[in-house]
């Protein structure tokens, strides 16, 4: 552990934010956060890919190096100041102990002009407070603020040939609201420097520790919550961060009389392990099916900044479907897959080959039906030549996910969800995602980004067979729990 002090950079003050202790332990104690996962590299690298195209609209400044020591960073932004330099990249100043960096300085008639980059689509309240702490820390080194600005993703951008970075790229003057919040934010650094000049704050575990994202110290603050707590349970339906102010910690806990509907039916069945059939509503949901059967999933990719012609920020880009044919009641499942290969784009070979494998007439099953309905719609607004089949096939699609949600299957070890990953392993306990290097489908995402990058033929071979493996699970998985409704449903 480091000496205590008093400095605060940007990115310890928005922890603060977040959490005293988290605050505190980022400083003090980094060795304890988890392991970044590359769902969050992705994410920090896109920030630096936006970032490094708003530079463009502010041509011929000069960069402070990040590698550089603060005093360097410092002394570099100084000179560049003296120089005449009208945009500095990454400008650098301390003030009373913070520190802190700007993306975008860029010298105004009346003044400086303060740009924040996020890769957001719009504004955030942690970004008033960032842009607000780099003013307050600019301003009070003596120099003239004219705005304070941040520069975001714009949602309906479409891109069509070239990227048109001013297009993609949307700019939103903040200065009122950052001069309003001046006084809150010296009252924030002193809070925090106080922090860091004590020990550890006792800071609960709540729901701060997910919001914006989950916090790297989980795992060090959770490590006494026992596994079957119901703090580790993802439910709607319950309030579990109330709860556990109230001192219960698991379901056993709870009593049944204080909920109703759906809340109470959860913590009845896991407490007595029950599974509950509603066998008419099923059979009417079976008799609504028809073959040929075709079970379909779609794994898909966003980016930031859109890549291909017709798309648009962070759409659902589709590079992998699995497909299982059943033709009849008596035959065996045939299956068909596609995967895109390494930097193209997917949408028109994926469709084409879509489009010969899957029959037109098939009742078409997938989970949760408004993902890949979407998807569908989308590549036939792309590729106006197959519109009309594709249209056909999203009107035969039907939803396997819909009994699930209604409740009229429902098992005690599903925990109140309905998603494939809690239904699967409920229904047919034999088969489950934990032992896939692939487990779901932010998982996929990378992946796909990681196969894109490499250019090792073993690498990429090796990845692509983990997809296959995992996007054709939640196929087969599909197959698998509509036969076990069809054999419920005969008894």
């Given at each position: 552990?480091?000496?205590?002090?008093?400095?605060?950079?940007?990115?310890?003050?928005?922890?603060?934010?977040?959490?005293?202790?988290?605050?505190?332990?980022?400083?003090?104690?980094?060795?304890?956060?988890?392991?970044?996962?590359?769902?969050?590299?992705?994410?920090?690298?896109?920030?630096?890919?936006?970032?490094?195209?708003?530079?463009?609209?502010?041509?011929?400044?000069?960069?402070?190096?990040?590698?550089?020591?603060?005093?360097?960073?410092?002394?570099?932004?100084?000179?560049?100041?003296?120089?005449?330099?009208e945009?500095?990249?990454?400008?650098?100043?301390?003030?009373?102990?913070?520190?802190?960096?700007?993306?975008?300085?860029?010298?105004?008639?009346?003044?400086?002009?303060?740009?924040?980059?996020?890769?957001?689509?719009?504004?955030?309240?942690?970004?008033?407070?960032?842009?607000?702490?780099?003013?307050?820390?600019?301003?009070?080194?003596?120099?003239?603020?004219e705005?304070?600005?941040?520069?975001?993703?714009?949602?309906?951008?479409?891109?069509?040939?070239?990227l048109?970075?001013e297009?993609?790229?949307?700019?939103?003057?903040?200065?009122?609201?950052?001069?309003?919040?001046?006084?809150?934010?010296?009252?924030?650094?002193?809070?925090?420097?106080?922090?860091?000049?004590?020990?550890?704050?006792?800071?609960?575990?709540?729901?701060?520790?997910?919001?914006?994202?989950?916090?790297?110290?989980?795992?060090?603050?959770?490590?006494?919550?026992?596994?079957?707590?119901?703090?580790?349970?993802?439910?709607?339906?319950m309030?579990?961060f109330?709860?556990?102010?109230?001192?219960?910690?698991v379901?056993?806990?709870?009593?049944?009389?204080?909920?109703?509907?759906?809340?109470?039916m959860?913590?009845?069945?896991?407490?007595g392990?029950?599974?509950?059939?509603?066998?008419?509503?099923?059979?009417?949901?079976?008799?609504?099916?028809?073959?040929?059967?075709?079970?379909?999933?779609f794994?898909?990719?966003?980016?930031?900044?859109?890549?291909?012609?017709?798309?648009?920020?962070?759409?659902q880009?589709?590079?992998?479907?699995?497909?299982?044919?059943?033709?009849?009641?008596?035959?065996?499942?045939?299956?068909?897959?596609?995967?895109?290969?390494?930097?193209?784009?997917?949408?028109?070979?994926?469709?084409?080959?879509?489009?010969?494998?899957?029959?037109?007439?098939?009742?078409?099953?997938?989970?949760?039906?408004?993902?890949?309905?979407?998807?569908?719609?989308?590549?036939?607004?792309?590729?106006?030549?197959?519109?009309?089949?594709?249209?056909?096939?999203?009107?035969?699609?039907?939803?396997?996910?819909?009994?699930?949600?209604?409740?009229?299957?429902?098992?005690?070890?599903?925990?109140?969800?309905?998603?494939?990953?809690?239904?699967?392993?409920?229904?047919?306990?034999?088969?489950?995602?934990?032992?896939?290097?692939?487990?779901?489908?932010?998982?996929?995402?990378?992946?796909?980004?990681?196969?894109?990058?490499?250019?090792?033929?073993?690498?990429?071979?090796?990845?692509?067979?983990?997809?296959?493996?995992?996007?054709?699970?939640d196929?087969l998985?599909?197959?698998?729990?509509l036969?076990?409704?069809?054999?419920?449903?005969?008894?």
């Open positions: 552990m480091q000496e205590k002090n008093p400095f605060l950079s940007k990115t310890l003050f928005l922890k603060g934010l977040k959490c005293k202790k988290l605050l505190y332990l980022s400083k003090y104690y980094p060795n304890l956060k988890h392991e970044v996962s590359s769902r969050t590299e992705e994410l920090f690298e896109t920030g630096n890919e936006v970032n490094a195209l708003a530079k463009k609209l502010f041509q011929k400044g000069r960069e402070i190096p990040s590698n550089e020591t603060r005093e360097k960073q410092i002394e570099l932004t100084l000179s560049f100041l003296k120089e005449g330099v945009n500095i990249y990454e400008a650098s100043f301390f003030l009373d102990s913070i520190f802190v960096r700007t993306d975008i300085l860029h010298k105004g008639k009346k003044g400086w002009n303060i740009y924040e980059v996020k890769s957001t689509t719009g504004l955030k309240d942690e970004h008033i407070y960032d842009i607000a702490l780099q003013y307050y820390v600019v301003k009070g080194c003596g120099f003239d603020i705005s304070a600005n941040l520069v975001h993703i714009n949602p309906d951008y479409i891109r069509w040939g070239e048109e970075i297009k993609l790229l949307t700019i939103k003057d903040l200065t009122e609201k950052i001069i309003d919040s001046q006084k809150k934010i010296k009252e924030k650094i002193e809070i925090f420097k106080e922090v860091l000049k004590g020990e550890m704050p006792e800071v609960d575990i709540g729901g701060h520790c997910f919001e914006n994202y989950t916090c790297e110290f989980r795992n060090y603050c959770w490590k006494n919550i026992p596994e079957n707590s119901i703090l580790r349970i993802e439910a709607h339906w309030d579990r109330e709860l556990y102010k109230k001192g219960i910690l379901l056993e806990d709870l009593n049944q009389e204080e909920f109703e509907g759906n809340s109470k959860f913590i009845d069945a896991y407490i392990k029950k599974v509950i059939f509603n066998k008419k509503n099923i059979k009417e949901f079976l008799e609504s099916l028809w073959y040929p059967m075709a079970f379909l999933d794994e898909t990719f966003s980016y930031a900044i859109p890549l291909y012609d017709g798309t648009k920020p962070y759409q880009i589709p590079f992998q479907y699995s497909l299982y044919i059943i033709y009849s009641r008596d035959s065996e499942p045939e299956h068909f897959n596609y995967i895109a290969p390494p930097r193209t784009d997917p949408r028109k070979e994926l469709t084409e080959k879509l489009l010969r494998e899957i029959p037109l007439e098939a009742c078409v099953i997938v989970y949760n039906e408004k993902f890949e309905k979407r998807i569908i719609n989308e590549l036939s607004e792309f590729l106006p030549e197959h519109r009309e089949k594709l249209l056909l096939i999203n009107n035969n699609v039907r939803d396997l996910m819909l009994p699930f949600k209604r409740k009229d299957y429902y098992h005690w070890e599903m925990l109140g969800s309905h998603s494939l990953k809690k239904v699967l392993p409920a229904v047919i306990p034999e088969m489950s995602y934990e032992e896939m290097d692939i487990k779901n489908g932010e998982m996929a995402m990378s992946a796909y980004f990681k196969m894109c990058k490499s250019n090792s033929p073993e690498e990429i071979a090796k990845i692509r067979d983990s997809l296959i493996h995992y996007c054709s699970l196929t998985a599909m197959v698998k729990i036969k076990k409704l069809q054999e419920l449903t005969e008894n």
